[in-house]
Nanobody, 123 residues
Framework: QVQLVESGGGSVQAGTSLRLSCAAS????????MAWFRQAPGKEREGVAG???????SYADSVKDRFTISKDNTKNALYLQMNSLKPEDTAMYYC?????????????????WGAGTLVTIST
């Protein structure tokens, strides 16, 4: 079992930045895929960014060049630095862990989820 707790969400204006954090209850060094997903009202959950145990990183096209995923295995933490935020980034953001080859892949491939942190971007 892995417990994940997200933090750092909030309500900010477009063009500003937020940094999300995810605290894991176990050593993140051995987690095959750690990823951020988001779900906007009325939409499906989508993968935003993922990082594997050997630091292979992938982003959704919609956030490339604006978001940066990172992890700190000494703190068992995952981060998502979000810059140049847009109203369409408004969503509940979730931290997830799994052992999928594609990272982030389908939400169905992830094994553990946090409860989420809400990000609201206003114009």
């Amino acid at each position: 079992q892995v417990q994940l707790v997200e933090s750092g969400g909030g309500s900010v204006q477009a063009g500003t930045s937020l940094r999300l954090s995810c605290a894991a209850s176990r050593n993140t060094a051995y987690m095959g895929c750690m990823a951020w997903f988001r779900q906007a009202p009325g939409k499906e959950r989508e993968g935003v960014a993922g990082i594997t145990s050997n630091y292979r990183i992938s982003y959704a096209d919609s956030v490339k060049d604006r978001f940066t995923i990172s992890k700190d295995n000494t703190k068992n933490a995952l981060y998502l630095q979000m810059n140049s935020l847009k109203p369409e980034d408004t969503a509940m953001y979730y931290c997830a862990v799994g052992n999928t080859w594609t990272c982030p892949g389908s939400p169905n491939g992830m094994d553990y989820w946090g409860a989420g942190t809400l990000v609201t971007i206003s114009t």
